[in-house]
């Protein structure tokens, strides 16, 4: 059981858009920590997506956006792409754990 | 740019330690922290814990007392200890350049990954 909360799986069409959320709790997503995006395709290391809650790293497209809310946050993917296909992970800080804490992970599919 | 290879033994006998080394090449190892994060076999990912280029480190309370992060800068490589492993410490486990802001850390660049297997 995962401190984050991520559903296990979502899907789209090539161009549509989708959303990933990532529920938490006040000692990690709900505090001051900032929360992270990582996916990870088949077979391959994870790679950052999304750092700083919408912050992107230079060499990811702007159709990867994120946001943070209260306890939650989302990662949103326009203009899907089959390359897209990937588990997708949120990371953060918990603060009554002391550590980096990694929601369950997101497999998406594209169709 | 900043890449890293994890290296060592692909297998472990249960109840002994493990040991990986992680070797950074294409920039130094001053200026930053550095982590180690597993993923067992068609699981998620475990932040294992991180030390900075001037010797301190931070385990995950969960693993604290087995684990121990050092570092070599004259080599650019820093290393996992992993001692008394079970079959629950099999996992791919990655070596990753830590940046932290605002008590925030995050990890870029990942290794590769290296499968650890534990045998009885």
């Known amino acids: 059981q995962s401190v984050l909360t991520q559903p296990p799986s979502a899907s789209g069409t090539p161009g549509q858009r989708v959303t990933i959320s990532c529920s938490g709790s006040?000692?990690?997503?709900?505090?001051?920590?900032?929360v992270h995006w990582y996916h990870q395709l088949p077979g391959t290391a994870p790679k950052l997506l999304i750092y700083?809650?919408?912050e992107r790293p230079s060499g990811v497209p702007d159709r990867f956006s994120g946001s943070k809310s209260g306890t939650s946050a989302s990662l949103a993917i326009s203009g899907l792409q089959p390359e897209d296909e990937a588990d997708y992970y949120c990371?953060?800080?918990?603060?009554?754990?002391?550590?980096?804490?990694f929601g369950g992970g997101t497999k998406l599919t594209v169709l | 740019q900043v890449q890293l290879q994890e290296s060592g033994p692909g297998l472990a006998k249960s109840s002994e330690t493990l040991s990986l080394t992680c070797t950074v090449s294409?920039?130094?190892?001053?200026?930053?922290?550095w982590s180690w994060i597993r993923q067992p076999p068609g699981k998620g990912l475990e932040w294992i814990g991180y030390?900075?280029?001037?010797?301190?480190?931070n385990y995950n309370p969960s693993l604290k007392s087995r684990v121990t992060i050092s570092l070599d800068t004259s080599k650019n490589q820093f290393s996992l200890k992993l001692t008394s492993v079970t079959a629950g410490d099999t996992a791919v486990y990655y070596c990753?350049?830590?940046?932290?802001?605002?008590?925030?850390?995050?990890?870029?660049?990942w290794g590769q990954g290296t499968l650890v297997t534990v045998s009885a």
């Open positions: 990753a350049r830590s940046l932290y802001a605002s008590g925030s850390i995050w990890f870029d660049p």
């Open positions: 294409g920039g130094s190892i001053n200026g930053y922290y």
């Open positions: 030390i900075y280029y001037r010797g301190s480190a």
């Open positions: 006040s000692s990690n997503i709900g505090g001051t920590n900032n």
């Open positions: 700083s809650n919408d």
């Open positions: 990371a953060t800080w918990d603060d009554s754990l002391s550590a980096v804490v």
